[in-house]
C-alpha cells in the first residue's frame, strides 16, 4: 500500500478496482503522467486539508505537460496549454494576478484538490481513459472531501454533473463554462471565481488562498 496516497489509501476503489486498472495500464507502451504523478493531487492534498475542488477531465495528452494536478503544467513550460492561459487572465481581471508558471503545486499545497477525473490518458489521446473506471475513485474521493464544508469550482458540464450529487447547503459551489477557448466567452471569463472563494473562507474564518504564490 505504500504507492498509495495516504490519507486516501482505504478507499473501497484500491482494493476492488485498482489492481485490475493499475495491470491494464502497465500494459500500454506509454501512459501520461508516469506512474509516480498518478496520485499526485491525492499525496499533496489529504482529506483533513481540502477546501477547495477544481474538477478537471484528463491528464494532458502531450508529452511533458501532465504533472498529476488538473490543469497544472510543468514550471519551465513556457507556452501554456490554452485552458491555462485562460485561467490566468481571469485571475489578473479577478484578483489582481496570476502565478509565474503555470505550476499550481502552490495551490495543492494550500488545500485547493486538483483532481482530474480520470487519472491517465496516453499520449495523443485526450479522453482515451474515460470509461476505464477512474470514475469510481473520483467519486469515493468527492464524497469523502465534501464531509467538510469545502468551495466546489466547477468548470464545464463534465465537472457539474459529476459533483453535482456531492453538492449542499455547507459548501459553495461556483458554476461556470469551461476556460477552454471554445467556451471560455460563455460565462468563464467574468466569473471571478478566485476571489469569490476567498471572500467564502475568510467569512468562515480561514486563511484566504494565495493563488498568485509560487510552488
Same mark, same amino acid.
Given at each position: 500500500?505504500?504507492?498509495?496516497?495516504?490519507?486516501?489509501?482505504?478507499?473501497?476503489?484500491?482494493?476492488?478496482?485498482?489492481?485490475?486498472?493499475?495491470?491494464?495500464?502497465?500494459?500500454?507502451? %506509454?501512459?501520461?503522467?508516469?506512474?509516480?504523478?498518478?496520485?499526485?493531487?491525492?499525496?499533496?492534498?489529504? !482529506?483533513?486539508?481540502?477546501?477547495?475542488?477544481?474538477?478537471?477531465?484528463?491528464?494532458?495528452?502531450?508529452?511533458?505537460?501532465?504533472?498529476?494536478?488538473?490543469?497544472?503544467?510543468?514550471?519551465?513550460?513556457?507556452?501554456?496549454?490554452?485552458?491555462?492561459?485562460?485561467?490566468?487572465?481571469?485571475?489578473?481581471?479577478?484578483?489582481?494576478?496570476?502565478?509565474?508558471?503555470?505550476?499550481?503545486?502552490?495551490?495543492?499545497?494550500?488545500?485547493?484538490?486538483?483532481?482530474?477525473? %480520470?487519472?491517465?490518458?496516453?499520449?495523443? %489521446?485526450?479522453?482515451?481513459?474515460?470509461?476505464?473506471?477512474?470514475?469510481?475513485?473520483?467519486?469515493?474521493?468527492?464524497?469523502?472531501?465534501?464531509?467538510? !464544508?469545502? +468551495?466546489?469550482?466547477?468548470?464545464?458540464?463534465? +465537472?457539474?454533473?459529476?459533483?453535482?450529487?456531492?453538492?449542499?447547503?455547507?459548501?459553495?459551489?461556483?458554476?461556470?463554462?469551461?476556460?477552454?477557448?471554445?467556451?471560455?466567452?460563455?460565462?468563464?471569463?467574468?466569473?471571478?471565481?478566485?476571489?469569490?472563494?476567498?471572500?467564502?473562507?475568510?467569512?468562515?474564518?480561514?486563511?484566504?488562498?494565495?493563488?498568485?504564490?509560487?510552488?
Amino acid at each position: 500500500m505504500n504507492e498509495l496516497p495516504q490519507g486516501w489509501a482505504d478507499l473501497p476503489f484500491f482494493e476492488a478496482d485498482w489492481p485490475a486498472l493499475r495491470d491494464r495500464l502497465a500494459a500500454l507502451p %506509454a501512459v501520461l503522467p508516469s506512474p509516480g504523478l498518478r496520485f499526485r493531487a491525492l499525496e499533496l492534498t489529504p !482529506p483533513e486539508a481540502v477546501r477547495v475542488v477544481i474538477l478537471g477531465q484528463d491528464p494532458y495528452p502531450t508529452p511533458g505537460h501532465a504533472t498529476g494536478l488538473a490543469f497544472s503544467v510543468p514550471p519551465d513550460l513556457a507556452k501554456l496549454p490554452p485552458s491555462l492561459r485562460n485561467i490566468q487572465r481571469e485571475m489578473r481581471d479577478d484578483i489582481g494576478c496570476a502565478p509565474a508558471t503555470g505550476d499550481l503545486n502552490h495551490w495543492a499545497r494550500q488545500g485547493v484538490l486538483l483532481l482530474n477525473t %480520470a487519472l491517465s490518458v496516453e499520449p495523443g %489521446a485526450a479522453g482515451g481513459h474515460a470509461r476505464w473506471g477512474w470514475d469510481r475513485l473520483v467519486g469515493q474521493v468527492l464524497a469523502r472531501a465534501s464531509a467538510r !464544508p469545502c +468551495a466546489f469550482l466547477l468548470w464545464g458540464n463534465h +465537472a457539474q454533473k459529476i459533483a453535482a450529487p456531492y453538492l449542499g447547503p455547507d459548501h459553495l459551489a461556483i458554476e461556470t463554462a469551461h476556460p477552454s477557448p471554445l467556451s471560455a466567452r460563455r460565462g468563464f471569463f467574468g466569473s471571478r471565481p478566485f476571489g469569490r472563494i476567498n471572500a467564502w473562507l475568510e467569512a468562515r474564518g480561514e486563511a484566504a488562498i494565495d493563488w498568485c504564490g509560487s510552488a
